[in-house]
């Protein structure tokens, strides 16, 4: 017997291009805010803290450079 794997249902794109910037944005500045408290959580677990530094800075350089852009 297979095993199916149910596709993720897509979510409507919204009407704006702005509404998607604004949530792109938001998500990524939540997330910074996120890993910021993992890799203090994972003081003991060095590869895991470089992990969520190296996530930290690429997300940090990818908002910095969306907020340039308008």
Do not use: K, W, Y
């Not at 792109?24 to 003991?44: C, E």
Request: proline share 4%; net charge negative.
């Amino acid at each position: 017997m297979s095993n199916v794997v149910p596709f993720p249902v897509r979510v409507a794109a919204p009407e704006s291009e702005d509404a998607l910037d604004l949530d792109l944005i938001t998500a990524v500045d939540v997330a910074i805010r996120d890993l910021r408290d993992i890799a203090f959580r994972l003081r003991g677990d060095v590869s895991g803290q470089e992990q969520a530094h190296e996530c930290l800075d690429m997300l940090t350089r990818a908002l910095e450079a969306a907020r340039a852009q308008g």
